[in-house]
């Protein structure tokens, strides 16, 4: 039973932790599993900017308390976008303050008039990170930025959590179950993993063959040292790109500018669990680049609109997302 989290990781700025980088995903892609809607990555709209990884979050409870969105001008800028303001959905409110702070305006919550002086008292880990970073949000806005912080895409699994590939259940963040549409409510997910995660328990129960001893294969020389693979290079490179060109606002060309690079990763890497994770990353880069529209965790400034064709989810297996990145390729070249 696979069931190894999300993949906030791959990106630049996310609220996940390092173990959350979709090693899970590429491994059953890799095995040959179905993987569903992989271009839905959720952004959290409101993390905050103080340059640390994982990037702390300020709790939507602040907006729906009244906080407010504005620029380094001061401008209440959600109201020009979405009649909801800040309490839009979070993929919109999350390019409402990427286009802020690509802008160069910045973005920052201010809960100093709706909070005030019950900060402390009310949202003490959020008041702990900003005071840590030398911020008071009692009198002082927060910098904030959007953050990878779940994703609805995964490993494609039935009712019981069974996936395309026999004898392998998934469970949690790793899945796709379909549950979270192209944009997860809040809170879903852990009701979700524990719904799963019990259904799986009974349809395992009583079907798995007696265990017997087996060598484990050879590694390849991986060092298993999580943290070897956290600081190289690569996959600081890699995580520039998922944010720069698969991010909160996507392009075809930057979609095929990403699709490049990773196979370029995937040429010159040596290292297993790094395969993983540009697998899992393909994968992504694909998805969004084959759905020409907008919807949910998924943008495209080229096709903004949602379009009636692709109210379907997405079904991909890694040698389909292989071929199509190549004709990608192809077609770019000609
Ligand atoms: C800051 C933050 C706040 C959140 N708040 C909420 C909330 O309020 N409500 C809600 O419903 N959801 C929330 N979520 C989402 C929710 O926490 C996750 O979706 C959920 O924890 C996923 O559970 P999981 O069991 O699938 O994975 P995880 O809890 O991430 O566990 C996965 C485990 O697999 C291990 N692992 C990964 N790769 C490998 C490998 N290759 N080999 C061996 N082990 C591996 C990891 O180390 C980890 O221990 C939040 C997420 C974040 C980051």
Redesign the pocket.
């Known amino acids: 039973m696979l069931?190894?989290?999300?993949l906030?990781h791959l990106y630049a700025v996310?609220?996940?932790?390092w173990?959350?980088?979709g090693?899970?995903v590429g491994?059953a892609a890799r095995a040959g599993a179905i993987i569903a809607d992989p271009e839905f990555v959720q952004f959290?709209p409101t993390a905050i900017d103080i340059g640390k990884d994982?990037a702390?979050?300020a709790t939507e409870a602040l907006r729906g308390d009244g906080a407010i969105l504005v620029n380094s001008k001061g401008r209440r800028f959600m109201l020009d976008i979405h009649p909801d303001g800040e309490l839009a959905p979070r993929d919109v409110v999350s390019r409402g303050v990427f286009d802020e702070v690509k802008a160069g305006r910045g973005a920052f919550l201010d809960c100093t008039k709706a909070i005030g002086k019950h900060f402390p008292d009310m949202f003490p880990t959020v008041y702990a990170s900003c005071m840590a970073a030398g911020i008071d949000p009692v009198t002082q806005p927060i910098p904030v930025a959007p953050a990878v912080?779940?994703h609805m895409g995964g490993v494609l699994t039935d009712g019981e959590g069974r996936t395309s590939i026999d004898g392998l259940w998934a469970?949690?963040?790793?899945?796709s179950t379909g549950v979270h549409g192209a944009n997860r409510l809040?809170?879903?997910?852990?009701?979700?993993?524990v719904v799963f995660?019990a259904r799986i328990a009974e349809n395992i129960k009583g079907t798995l063959p007696t265990p017997k001893l087996t060598e484990w294969g050879d590694n390849a020389g991986e060092n298993d040292d999580p943290v070897t693979v956290e600081d190289s290079p690569p996959f600081k490179r890699l995580r520039g790109l998922m944010s720069e060109c698969v991010g909160v606002v996507r392009t075809r060309e930057g979609l095929l500018q990403a699709i490049r690079e990773i196979a370029e990763l995937e040429r010159v890497n040596t290292r297993l669990?790094f395969a993983?994770i540009i697998t899992t990353a393909k994968l992504i880069a694909v998805a969004a680049l084959q759905r020409t529209e907008s919807r949910g965790g998924h943008f495209r400034a080229d096709c903004p609109e949602e379009r009636p064709e692709w109210q379907r989810r997405t079904y991909l297996t890694l040698a389909q997302a292989e071929r199509l990145a190549a004709e990608a390729a192809e077609t770019e070249s000609a």
């Open positions: 069931c190894s989290g999300g906030g996310t609220t996940n932790p173990e959350a980088c090693q899970g491994m959290h994982p702390p979050l912080h779940y469970a949690g963040e790793v899945t809040a809170s879903n997910s852990l009701l979700e993993a995660a669990r993983n």
